[in-house]
Nanobody, 120 residues
Framework: VQLQASGGGLVQAGGSLRLSCAAS????????MGWYRQAPGKQRELVAAITSGGSTNYADSVKGRFTISRDNAKNTVYLQMNSLKPEDTAVYYCNANIRGIGVRGVRNYWGQGTQVTVSS
């Protein structure tokens, strides 16, 4: 099982980006999925998360600007980022709790990270 993130890039303040993260491999089901970010010199922090049923939660700093969604048929989670600010600059990582086929229990997986840079 692996997670492949894409969609990062350089954007001006006020602009938008959409991140995608697709899970692949021998997957039975996916529970919670989420996006984290880590800025230089800072700890990794939760940006947004979504349950298998579609319930969401967001960091206060992104509420009203970011939207997390998922396509269960495609095993993919998205992060729509609007009204981007320079302080949103970070490496963004996707994360998921996945039940693999033939694997006992749920395991936690991380994507490789995608850079988001917001210029002022």
């Amino acid at each position: 099982v692996q997670l492949q993130a894409s969609g990062g890039g350089l954007v001006q303040a006020g602009g938008s980006l959409r991140l995608s993260c697709a899970a692949s491999g021998s997957i039975f089901s996916i529970d919670d999925m989420g996006w984290y970010r880590q800025a230089p010199g800072k700890q990794r922090e939760l940006v947004a998360a979504i349950t298998s049923g579609g319930s969401t939660n967001y960091a206060d700093s992104v509420k009203g600007r970011f939207t997390i969604s998922r396509d269960n048929a495609k095993n993919t989670v998205y992060l729509q980022m609007n009204s981007l600010k320079p302080e949103d600059t970070a490496v963004y990582y996707c994360n998921a709790n996945i039940r693999g086929i033939g694997v006992r229990g749920v395991r936690n997986y991380w994507g490789q990270g995608t850079q988001v840079t917001v210029s002022s």
